[in-house]
């Protein structure tokens, strides 16, 4: 047997198993998972603009996140660029395999899973954004409706102080060359992910959309908002987790979202 039929055997084995366990929780679906009952959200957009906040302005948002980004980065890059050596450069793709699988782990377990103690983040993510953006709508209106798209201040100052005990960890573990690395990328790939994900959402002929690999990474994030089965193609920056855990679904070539314009 190759690798490629091996890897075809065990995502089908994957899929089976995930098939054969919902069965076993009565057709509910991970979403119903963690204690509570089924939310009930609505897919009126007018309705759930109204989360949006009074005098939001989408351009300051992503130029706040930015300059943050790009500060931190400049402050790394004086602190430790005299003691980065060749040697440390394992850190960079180290760091964005185990980003991506965090965010593909986060994104199916977290977002998509109604825990007592995260509520709001099932509301924020599968309540509110997934309900906004379906897959046959799946852009945005007006330039506010990034806010339903992207993470607040709040939310980046979360994912900071959740982050910041295993990088404290991982400090005092390796070169501080490769800690530097390993920050500068994580901060990348988040600026990155942002990025992505505001660019999935783009009004259908967007210049952008005519690269052929946005349109495909489109295409699968749009399936991922089919709100009967939104559990499928959880990878935002990759394709590659889904891929090996069973959860990659073909998108709606009927609609015709990835063909590049």
């Known amino acids: 047997m190759n690798l490629s039929s091996l890897f075809r055997h065990r995502a089908a084995a ?19 998972i963690g204690g509570t009952a089924r939310r009930v959200a609505t897919t009126d957009r007018d309705e759930l603009r109204r989360w949006i906040p009074s005098g939001y302005r989408p351009v300051r948002h992503l130029g706040g996140m930015l300059a943050l980004g790009v500060a931190a980065e400049l402050l790394l890059a004086v602190q430790f ?16 395999v185990v980003a991506t699988l ?9 977002m998509h899973v109604q825990w007592r103690a995260l509520g709001a983040i099932w509301d924020a993510h599968t309540g509110r954004h997934h309900h906004y953006y379906l897959e046959e709508a799946p852009t945005w209106e007006r ?5 339903l798209i992207l993470f607040s201040l ?45 660019a999935y959402h783009l009004p259908d002929g967007h210049p952008a959309l005519r690269r052929r690999w946005l349109a495909a990474m489109r295409a ?14 959880y990878g935002v920056t990759t394709r590659l987790w889904d891929r090996l855990f069973g959860t990659a679904a073909a998108p709606a070539s009927a609609r015709g979202r990835a063909a590049p314009r």
């Not at 965090?102 to 977290?110: D, I, K, T």
């Open 143 to 147: 330039p506010a409706d990034v806010w």
């Open 81 to 96: 660029a005299g003691r980065i050596q060749p040697a440390d450069l394992w850190a960079v793709p180290a760091t964005l």
């Open 154 to 198: 709040r939310d980046v100052v979360t994912l900071v102080a959740i982050v910041a005990g295993p990088f404290a960890i991982l400090r005092a573990a390796v070169p501080a060359g490769s800690w530097a690395l390993a920050v500068a990328t994580s901060i990348g790939f988040f600026l990155g992910y942002e990025a992505l994900h505001m």
């Open 102 to 110: 965090l965010e593909y782990v986060a994104h199916r377990y977290v």
């Open 220 to 233: 699968h994030h749009v399936r991922h908002h089919r709100l009967a089965s939104m559990h499928a193609n």
């Open 14 to 32: 994957v899929r089976r198993r995930r098939s054969a366990r919902r069965a076993r929780l009565g057709e509910r679906g991970p979403a119903s």
